[in-house]
């Protein structure tokens, strides 16, 4: 089977550099890689065309419309069996694709997901951030997981779909906000065998510092609420979580003003919430530092979400604004 690898790239030069560097190892061999710079103005020409002699690679560069639309793109001018879609800050396992390629040999699937996980290069602030987004104590307990809320949804970060779905249900129709779930839910719908994959993992670096995370989860619990827009179904209680937590938050907060057994009460569901994540991080990571820091990336995950989720549930459903 030839494997089209995806990869949607803005302004990531060294990324791109180390996600090729991990694709030069991989077992199996049958894949081409298609780069395509969306709108960039620090561009990765010369990165990717250094590969030209270890990957059979190609390379685009296109107007920006967004990682959704750029897929597309991709979609359109790949040779494959099936198309692999990565994010630029992934790292890929050497035998990904001999995983893959073995799994649907024995069980076929029309489009499939796979987990994310922290890699030892990683920062520990990057750890820090992987174990939230992971994490049975957070909402990252539903992500990459077949035992997740209702049915499987592959995230773009590390998904693969076959020629045939894209023949027969075109890509992206968003370009941002939930584009990912949009299209599994589509394709889910069109009837096709959809599931994990659960060893097909890759090591996702996803943000360097904690205000970028908080800006990409806040946009997430915005997407939720787009994604609602296209399917009101696939809200979950689960995915109000994160708003119930940062009411929560402020309550116990407030509540410590005035004292009483009702703080306490609140104090103590708190407390116990950041010792099951401190040392659960720990150990996991086997790092007090980047058990600390789980701790901060947990409530930096769930706050920015819940505000992200709270801001367009109230403008786009209360309000009924576009």
């Known amino acids: 089977m030839l494997f089209s690898v995806i990869i949607p790239l803005y302004n990531?030069?060294?990324?791109?550099?180390?996600?090729?560097?991990?694709?030069?190892?991989?077992?199996?061999?049958?894949?081409?890689?298609?780069?395509?710079?969306?709108?960039?103005?620090?561009?990765?020409?010369?990165?990717v065309k250094s590969f030209s002699e270890k990957l059979d690679i190609r390379y685009f560069?296109?107007?920006?419309?967004g990682?959704?639309?750029?897929?597309?793109?991709?979609?359109?001018?790949?040779k494959g069996d099936y198309f692999v879609i990565f994010d630029s800050d992934c790292l890929i396992p050497e035998n990904y694709f001999e995983i893959v390629n073995n799994f649907l040999q024995t069980n076929w699937l029309d489009a499939y997901g796979?987990?994310?996980?922290?890699?030892?290069s990683f920062t520990d602030v990057q750890k820090a951030i992987s174990y939230s987004m992971t994490s049975p104590f957070t909402t990252g307990g539903i992500r990459g997981n077949k035992k997740g809320i209702g049915?499987?949804?592959?995230?773009?970060?590390n998904m693969g779909v076959s020629?045939?779905?894209?023949?027969?249900?075109?890509?992206?129709?968003?370009?941002?906000?939930a584009e990912d779930l949009e299209y599994s839910i589509r394709i889910h719908s069109a009837g096709f065998n959809i599931g994990l994959i659960p060893d097909a993992k890759v090591y996702h670096k996803r943000r360097t510092n904690f205000r970028q995370f908080f800006k990409q989860i806040h946009f997430f619990g915005r997407a939720r609420i787009n994604l609602y827009t296209f399917y009101p179904?696939?809200?979950?209680?689960v995915h109000f979580f994160p708003a119930v937590f940062t009411l929560g938050l402020l309550f116990t907060l407030l509540s410590n003003i005035f004292g009483g057994w009702l703080a306490a009460l609140c104090d103590s569901f708190l407390a116990l919430w950041i010792l099951l994540i401190f040392f659960h991080a720990w150990w996991k990571n086997q790092s007090v530092k980047v058990a600390f820091l789980s701790v901060i990336a947990a409530f930096t995950q769930l706050i920015a979400y819940g505000l992200g989720f709270m801001q367009d549930f109230w403008k786009r459903i209360v309000l009924k604004q576009s």
């Open 12 to 47: 990531r030069p060294q990324e791109i550099k180390e996600l090729l560097e991990t694709l030069t190892t991989q077992t199996w061999k049958q894949f081409e890689v298609l780069v395509i710079e969306d709108g960039s103005v620090n561009d990765a020409e010369a990165v």
């Open 61 to 65: 560069k296109k107007q920006n419309e």
């Open 67 to 78: 990682q959704g639309f750029t897929r597309n793109f991709g979609f359109e001018r790949a």
């Open 114 to 120: 796979g987990p994310d996980d922290s890699h030892p």
């Open 151 to 157: 049915q499987f949804h592959p995230r773009s970060f």
């Open 163 to 177: 020629r045939k779905v894209w023949e027969t249900l075109g890509g992206f129709i968003i370009t941002r906000s």
């Open 233 to 237: 179904k696939e809200l979950k209680w």
